[in-house]
């Protein structure tokens, strides 16, 4: 496989993670559907004794399909290692759990995917960790928040929901002087547009249910970077708490990523589009999307990301009338959560109800928020219909 190392993007997309001799040696990744394996009579039964040399024992140890899944996604991110879990946000708390403890402190983006904001309000105070949230773009912020038990800095580029940037090297480096590791969740963007790791991350963080899997049928997450620091995760979270990935999952993820590279190409044009339509629509009084000048971290998206990716949102004059209206008139877009897939989905995202439950933003934290989304956003993940449809179903449907 070191010859992989020197191919690019779209060859590791479909190569990466391959055996030389898959099983009646199938060109294309046979489904492993096994939970237990031949082992040799002396093989120690504990995590503790587990290494990358060690054979499959028992899927939640390891299997063949998630292990080509994980070293895929490895390949694409430029790490040594990946480890899969069920879901993206076991993927995030697996993280947490294993490096946050009594008397750590979690530095953590104050707006972003919002379970995770909601686990680190909810569930890590309970088990004695601190958390400070903050405007992880706001650089000054983030050293303020920084404290001598510091573990982690946890951040989102782009944010869900509002396509707000961080700077990753920058953050990577105030992490890092303050002896903390920083890991990033790329979800929004995909390892084809950014690659954290290559910036100073420790680890990234997807949820594969969204771009890596892309079909929108299958949930899962992963955490990739070095494998002295994603090996220990592998053994006490993967193994123990045991949030592992599908096989079968695994396996339909493998072939969503052979075509990443491509969709993300398709879903940035579109998207492109679509923002430029939006932008001159009447009904429309503000469209957010990394590819336009008036992103307000134009300058940033153009440093960081090799392409504005699939997700925009707009705002409208009244959300909450215009979110009912969109719900029944599209006929392309599909009016769902989620986000990422060859399917358009359009969600409306209302500041005052997301302030309750998720955010719990105040004072200048409130107001960044609402110079992104005003009282709230339309965030619409352009799927790979005809941009043209898309733009005449969002016409019609917006009246
Ligand atoms: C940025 C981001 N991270 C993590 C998650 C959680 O992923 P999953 O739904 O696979 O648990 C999501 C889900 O929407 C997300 O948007």
Redesign the pocket.
């Known amino acids: 496989m070191s010859l992989m190392k020197h191919t690019s993007l779209r060859t590791r997309a479909i190569h990466g993670g391959e055996l030389p001799h898959a099983p009646g040696r199938a060109v294309v990744p046979p489904l492993h559907m096994a939970n237990s394996y031949m082992t040799p009579a002396d093989l120690s039964f504990s995590a503790e004794d587990l290494t990358p040399e060690s054979p499959f024992i028992y899927t939640r140890w390891g299997n063949p399909t998630v292990a080509m899944l994980e070293d895929r996604v490895a390949s694409l991110e430029g790490a040594e290692e990946g480890l899969c879990f069920s879901?993206?946000?076991?993927a995030?708390t697996g993280l947490f759990a294993h490096h946050l403890g009594v008397g750590d402190h979690l530095v953590m983006t104050n707006v972003?995917?919002a379970?995770?904001v909601e686990y680190t309000y909810d569930m890590l105070p309970q088990m004695g960790v601190s958390v400070t949230h903050v405007d992880t773009s706001d650089l000054e912020a983030v050293q303020r928040a920084l404290r001598p038990n510091t573990r982690l800095v946890h951040i989102?580029t782009p944010?869900?929901p509002i396509l707000r940037l961080t700077d990753i090297a920058r953050v990577a480096a105030l992490a890092h002087e303050a002896n903390a590791l920083l890991s990033v969740?790329s979800?929004?963007a995909s390892p084809v547009i950014t690659r954290p790791l290559e910036l100073g991350a420790d680890f990234v963080?997807?949820?594969?249910?969204?771009y890596l899997g892309g079909h929108g049928d299958a949930?899962?997450?992963v955490i990739a970077g070095r494998s002295s620091l994603v090996g220990p995760i592998r053994a006490r979270i993967g193994t123990r708490v045991g949030g592992v990935l599908s096989p079968f999952n695994a396996w339909l993820i493998l072939r969503g990523i052979a075509t990443l590279p491509l969709r993300m190409q398709a879903h940035s044009d579109s998207a492109q589009q679509i923002a430029a339509m939006l932008a001159h629509h009447p009904r429309v009084t503000r469209v957010v999307y990394p590819g336009r000048s008036t992103h307000p971290q134009a300058g940033l998206a153009a440093q960081q990301m090799r392409l504005p990716g699939g997700m925009l949102t707009f705002q409208v004059a009244d959300g909450d009338a215009m979110a009912r209206q969109l719900q029944q008139r599209l006929k392309v877009i599909s009016y769902a959560?989620?986000?990422g897939h060859v399917h358009s989905l359009l969600f409306y995202i209302g500041t005052h109800a997301i302030m309750r439950s998720t955010f719990r933003l105040t004072g200048d934290d409130l107001a960044a928020y609402k110079a992104y989304t005003g009282e709230g956003v339309m965030r619409l993940s352009v799927g790979l219909e005809d941009p043209d449809d898309l733009c005449a179903d969002l016409i019609q449907a917006l009246g």
């Open positions: 879901s993206g946000i076991a995030i972003g995917y379970g995770a989102e944010c869900n969740d979800t929004f963080v997807h949820s594969l249910t969204k949930l899962g997450g959560v989620s986000l």
